[in-house]
């Protein structure tokens, strides 16, 4: 673990709450958007390819689609392509359950055992995002700010002002995961301490951000540094 501004290790207090971004951070879930895009995408005349799909990540629904949709001049309506994407996540995780990233739900058990709130602050939509709830660990992810939760999406900080007005702490005392750009962007705008783990994308991280390569890294110990 380490900082982009050179992160000194230290003893400090624990964070007042974990904040979770969910697509690449808690779930991969890269595999099952790829295959709800490729069941429907084709159908509104969109060419799906596994490249065209990393382009959504980081990106909410709506705005992907739309995108789409003018790039390749399809007929209809990108928000029923945007439902039928949805429909089918929710139907792939009835399916084939939650695969977690690595370390995700130990890190979760421990900040149920250390008594420190976790949230869910993601682009997606609460229909998808109460699945992963379900599936989370007893008393972990008690706070959800999804992507219809919001009036503006990540960068916009929104989502994690939101999350920890929603605990009742202050942002600066908040650790925020993510794994994509415009995550880390919001994340940082909120003023929480952010931590970025690489998946599947890489960029240039700005000045301030922590990485942690895996959430296996980090136990007690480690989240005490975060905020060192």
Same mark, same amino acid.
């Given at each position: 673990? /380490?900082? =982009?501004?050179?992160?000194?290790?230290? !003893?400090? =207090?624990?964070?007042?709450?974990?904040?979770?971004?969910?697509?690449?951070?808690?779930?991969?879930?890269?595999? +099952?958007?790829?295959?709800?895009?490729?069941? &429907?995408?084709?159908?509104?005349?969109? #060419?799906?390819?596994?490249?065209?799909?990393?382009?959504?990540?980081? &990106?909410?629904?709506?705005?992907?689609?739309?995108?789409?949709?003018?790039? +390749?001049?399809?007929?209809?309506?990108?928000?029923?392509?945007? &439902?039928? *994407?949805?429909?089918?996540?929710?139907?792939?995780?009835?399916?084939? %359950?939650?695969?977690?990233?690595?370390?995700?739900?130990?890190?979760?058990?421990?900040?149920?055992?250390?008594?420190?709130?976790?949230?869910? &602050?993601?682009?997606? /939509?609460?229909? *998808?995002?109460?699945?992963?709830?379900?599936?989370?660990?007893?008393?972990?992810?008690?706070?959800?700010?999804?992507?219809?939760?919001?009036?503006?999406?990540?960068? =916009? #900080?929104?989502? +994690?002002?939101?999350?920890?007005?929603?605990?009742? !702490?202050? #942002?600066?005392?908040?650790?925020?995961?993510?794994?994509?750009?415009? %995550?880390?962007?919001?994340?940082?705008?909120?003023?929480? !301490?952010?931590?970025?783990?690489?998946?599947?994308?890489?960029?240039?991280?700005?000045?301030?951000?922590?990485?942690?390569?895996?959430?296996?890294?980090?136990?007690?110990?480690?989240?005490?540094?975060?905020?060192?």
């Amino acid at each position: 673990m /380490h900082d =982009s501004e050179n992160f000194t290790a230290g !003893v400090g =207090s624990l964070p007042s709450a974990l904040l979770f971004d969910m697509d690449g951070t808690l779930v991969d879930s890269e595999p +099952y958007w790829s295959l709800a895009e490729e069941r &429907v995408l084709p159908g509104f005349g969109v #060419p799906w390819t596994p490249q065209l799909g990393l382009t959504s990540i980081g &990106v909410p629904l709506g705005v992907w689609t739309a995108g789409l949709f003018a790039r +390749y001049g399809c007929q209809g309506d990108p928000r029923e392509a945007s &439902v039928q *994407i949805e429909e089918e996540m929710v139907r792939i995780f009835a399916e084939r %359950g939650v695969m977690w990233r690595p370390g995700a739900v130990e890190l979760m058990e421990l900040a149920v055992r250390l008594n420190i709130p976790s949230a869910i &602050v993601t682009a997606t /939509h609460s229909r *998808i995002v109460e699945a992963i709830r379900v599936a989370a660990p007893p008393g972990a992810l008690s706070i959800m700010v999804a992507g219809d939760m919001v009036r503006e999406g990540k960068p =916009s #900080p929104e989502g +994690y002002l939101r999350a920890a007005s929603i605990a009742g !702490v202050a #942002p600066q005392r908040c650790v925020a995961f993510e794994d994509s750009e415009t %995550g880390v962007q919001a994340a940082l705008a909120s003023g929480a !301490v952010t931590v970025w783990v690489p998946f599947l994308v890489d960029f240039s991280v700005p000045r301030g951000v922590k990485i942690v390569r895996s959430l296996r890294e980090l136990n007690e110990d480690g989240l005490r540094q975060l905020l060192a």
